[in-house]
């Protein structure tokens, strides 16, 4: 049965309604940046403009590239085992993708469980410890988890994946504690 077009109206009704209470919401916050911006005082013009990231540099250099090396390789870790994994195990095993990114769900949660118990030993046994330990066992073990990871079967994914989890969450849960720290 023909519509004549007007399912086709109805859409392009509502993608215009859409469009324009966003743009009416885009004014709006326009007319709320504009009352506070008119409300501010001005900037003395006899203040040193320096880049906040120079300065920084300048005067905390040492300590911000120990917070940049401190976080580069959970950083780093974290990406790999949790966006690129499903894909890698979805690719090069059996295993479907919408089963890895069920694990992949289970690794995060695993994350989340081990990493307040790690930042509470963190705190009663010192952070020094949580990190080398947290680094070292991800070092050590990261060959033989990805070996299990890779085997094509989802509950040796899951194993391997969920240690590798939980291991990143005792690195990392000391971190925040450790950077203020400095």
């Known amino acids: 049965e023909p ?4 399912a086709t109206f109805d859409r392009i009704e509502n993608l215009i309604k859409g469009f324009l209470s966003l743009f009416i919401s885009g004014i709006a916050v326009a007319v709320v940046g504009l009352i506070v911006r008119w409300n501010m005082d001005e900037t003395p013009a006899n203040i040193d403009r320096i880049s906040p990231v120079r300065l920084a540099f300048r005067q905390h250099g040492r300590e911000v590239l120990r917070v940049f090396a401190l976080n580069m390789a959970p950083a780093t870790t974290y990406y790999l085992l949790f966006v690129y994994t499903a894909t890698w195990v979805a690719e090069t095993t059996s295993i479907p993708r919408a089963t890895a990114l069920d694990i992949t769900t289970l690794s995060i949660l695993t994350f989340l469980f081990v990493a307040p118990i790690a930042a509470w030993a963190s705190d009663r ?3 020094r410890w949580l990190l080398i330990a947290g680094m070292s066992a991800c070092l050590t073990l990261a060959w033989p988890l990805l070996w299990l990871m890779h085997q094509g079967q989802p509950s040796l994914l899951a194993i391997g994946q969920m ?14 504690a450790a950077m203020c720290e400095m």
């Open 163 to 176: 240690t590798f989890a939980g291991l990143l969450a005792l690195y990392m849960a000391s971190i925040p």
């Open 125 to 127: 046994y010192g952070r």
């Open 3 to 6: 519509d004549f077009g007007i």
